[in-house]
């Protein structure tokens, strides 16, 4: 035990155990042969423990080895693949600034033919608008213009009947007559004339202070004798000082558009009522409405009216004499000031049309 020689002192055990077999001894013959199998066991597991240990050392130098050659073979082809790599960006590089070239070019060229198109259709695209807006404008002066011209025809036609019946009361209410489709007439000049020039951009808005019963007072008395001849009434209605900051021409325009309109639809002895006042959500517009006694429109008209285009198109119907460029003016209008414009009616209820302007400070 004293020199580490395990092998000598298991068969010492043994012996031992025999010994004491022999001598019937039982008792120390399983002492020493429990610390035989005991040692035995520790022989055995150091064995194993060796033998595993000289296996693992093979086994990591067998891989040693193995990695070795894997490496070398790896090295091999990476220098083959470094080579072809090497020779494959060459080519690719030369092809490379080959493509950048020629995409340069062809990329000037598909921008300049970009730039052209964009042009071509540009100048298409305004071209048609142009056209399109020139037959609507034209579509609805001529189809406006009937009345009046109607109203001029109508008249001679009553001046031979009144002369062949020498009826000397028709005959003095022939000038309000003509007064009437001359003031139509004139009117529907000035619309054109006011839409011509805000679709160049030259019709500048020049806002200032104006009282809104001064704005009341002039647009009934344009259309006095007018409404006097159909046996019509205008009324008005605006708190003392109250006042708009609004361009004057663009507002006296607005105003005529909504009587001008309310008239012609409105039956004799029909009733149109101007009234003004401060909007109750908003204390820096004023509201101005028009409403009239006429038939109304129904609802689909109406929203025809506020959601169709700046220009609206011209109908053969009654209804639409009058309430295309006339309208479309006054929205613009409106719309330049930052207000709105809303239209309530019913058919035999009348209209409500109502107009918010800005409202002038102090």
Not at 50 to 56: I, S
Not at 252 to 278: D, Q, S, Y
């Amino acid at each position: 035990r004293q020199s580490n020689y395990l092998e000598r002192v298991l068969d010492a055990y043994s012996i031992l155990a025999a010994e004491a077999a022999e001598y019937n001894n039982y008792h120390q013959a399983y002492e020493w042969n429990k610390r035989y199998v005991e040692l035995n066991d520790t022989l055995n597991n150091r064995q194993t423990i060796q033998a595993l240990a000289a296996a693992q050392i093979s086994s990591e130098a067998q891989e040693r080895a193995r990695r070795l050659r894997q490496l070398t073979e790896q090295h091999d082809e990476q220098v083959w693949h470094s080579r072809l790599l090497g020779g494959a960006v060459a080519v690719l590089t030369l092809a490379l600034l080959v493509a950048v070239y020629l995409h340069r070019n062809l990329r000037r060229s598909r921008s300049a033919l970009a730039a052209n198109n964009r042009a071509l259709e540009k100048a298409s695209k305004e071209l048609r608008g142009v056209a399109i807006f020139k037959d609507k404008l034209y579509a609805i002066v001529a189809h406006d213009l009937r009345g009046p011209v109607t109203a001029f025809a109508g008249v001679t036609n009553l001046i031979d009947s009144y002369i062949a019946h020498n009826d000397q009361a028709g005959l003095a209410r022939l000038p309000a007559l003509v007064r009437q489709a001359s003031d139509s007439l004139n009117h529907l000049l000035d619309n054109v004339l006011n839409w011509a020039v805000s679709q160049t951009g030259e019709l500048e808005c020049r806002p200032a202070p104006l009282l809104v019963s001064e704005l009341f007072a002039e647009c009934q008395a344009l259309y006095q004798t007018t409404a006097a001849a159909s046996w019509q009434h205008i009324t008005m209605a605006a708190p003392p000082g109250l006042r708009l900051l609004a361009d004057r021409n663009m507002a006296r325009t607005i105003l005529r558009n909504l009587v001008g309109n309310a008239l012609k639809f409105m039956p004799a002895g029909g009733h149109v009522h101007l009234e003004a006042a401060p909007d109750p959500d908003d204390f820096q517009m004023i509201l101005l409405s028009c409403t009239d006694t006429g038939p109304g429109m129904s609802a689909a008209t109406v929203n025809s009216l506020m959601s169709g285009p700046a220009l609206p198109e011209p109908t053969v119907t009654p209804r639409a004499t009058g309430l295309g460029l006339g309208l479309a003016l006054s929205r613009a209008f409106v719309h330049r000031h930052g207000g709105t414009l809303v239209i309530q009616s019913r058919p035999g209820a009348g209209t409500n049309v109502t107009v918010s302007l800005p409202a002038a400070k102090g």
